[in-house]
């Protein structure tokens, strides 16, 4: 196997899929080199360059630059994936997801339902979130909760190149639409990749880690925030379990529960703000289905309850810490 990029793991499944069905097309700015310029085909593959090269090989009839209007974009996937296509739609970033939200919350997260099941809306959306790029509180944020609240869509956020690969090939064979969420922060990430297609099942969290003193619930950036704190409380003698869930809508409830059971503490660890958040609702999981197994109250690490600072340095206190983790585990256990 070969050691690429969480940016590489993404093309290989675009380019994958889309030699394999003629039906995969890819829309949104700059992924072919610029709609309607005089600029050079491919001069960018998306803000994050994703779809390099893709337009060289399948050409602007599937590789579809467009406006920068996200309602246009997202409504345009949504027709598409009505009459047959299965669309690849990508947005700059989730923050954006505003200008498009009637397409997503009453469109296609509808179709299904509002057809009696007759119809299937085969929609990726693609997008970009999390702090760390001094990107400013209009392009930084994690909205993943959002989405994860809203019945028809299946919500994706992988956190390693091997499980963005096959979570994104599963993503475009789904019928039903998915959003599909990358991190800022992890798309120079390395790992070894098969060159095959391959698929990730949804709502199947993977365990990163084994350990019998606490369990870590992390996504995405956290995952690696998580895994180093990890190894830092290895070192005091605690042992702990970090997972993944990868996919919070379905969410593997029972992974959570099996471990939480095992070890008697959990922490749930998420960048996003803590109000109706991805945490709360794992949190509201286990003391509904697992407080028996609970030997110390569920701890969750969060980002504030403010918008993401523009300024280098409170945007580096404003995003959880290993620092955090391994003093928030050390009280945890203490507290049993």
Request: charge should be negative; aromatic fraction near 6%; proline fraction near 6%.
């Amino acid at each position: 196997m070969a050691r690429i990029s969480f940016r590489q793991a993404l093309n290989d499944a675009l380019r994958s899929e889309m030699k394999r069905d003629s039906r995969v097309v890819v829309i949104g700015e700059d992924v072919a080199g610029g709609a309607g310029g005089s600029g050079v085909d491919d001069a960018y593959g998306g803000i994050m360059g994703v779809t390099r090269g893709l337009v060289g090989e399948f050409g602007r009839g599937r590789v579809i630059d467009t406006p920068i209007t996200e309602s246009a974009i997202v409504g345009m996937a949504a027709g598409a994936a009505m009459t047959g296509l299965r669309p690849v739609a990508e947005l700059m970033f989730v923050d954006f997801v505003g200008v498009c939200l009637d397409q997503i919350l009453n469109q296609a997260a509808k179709f299904r339902y509002m057809f009696g099941g007759k119809a299937r809306t085969p929609l990726v959306i693609r997008t970009m979130f999390g702090a760390g790029f001094n990107a400013g509180a209009q392009h930084s944020q994690c909205l993943y909760s959002f989405f994860t609240h809203i019945p028809g869509l299946k919500v994706v956020i992988p956190s390693n190149p091997y499980d963005a690969k096959g979570l994104l090939i599963q993503a475009i064979r789904d019928d039903d639409p998915v959003i599909f969420l990358e991190h800022t922060k992890l798309y120079d990430v390395e790992a070894e990749v098969p060159p095959e297609a391959y698929t990730v099942p949804f709502g199947e969290a993977q365990v990163l880690r084994e350990g019998g003193d606490a369990t870590i619930i992390a996504l995405a950036r956290m995952t690696h925030v998580a895994l180093e704190a990890a190894v830092a409380l290895e070192a005091k003698g605690i042992q702990v379990t970090v997972i993944d869930p990868r996919t919070t809508s379905p969410l593997d409830e029972e992974t959570i529960l099996e471990s939480v059971a095992a070890t008697g503490h959990l922490l749930v660890v998420d960048e996003s703000n803590p109000r109706c958040s991805v945490a709360s609702e794992i949190a509201a999981v286990v003391a509904e289905r697992g407080f028996r197994d609970l030997k110390a109250p569920i701890r969750r690490i969060t980002a504030p309850h403010t918008p993401v600072p523009f300024s280098p340095v409170l945007e580096s206190a404003y995003i959880p810490t290993s620092a955090a983790i391994e003093g928030a585990i050390l009280e945890l256990v203490g507290e049993s």
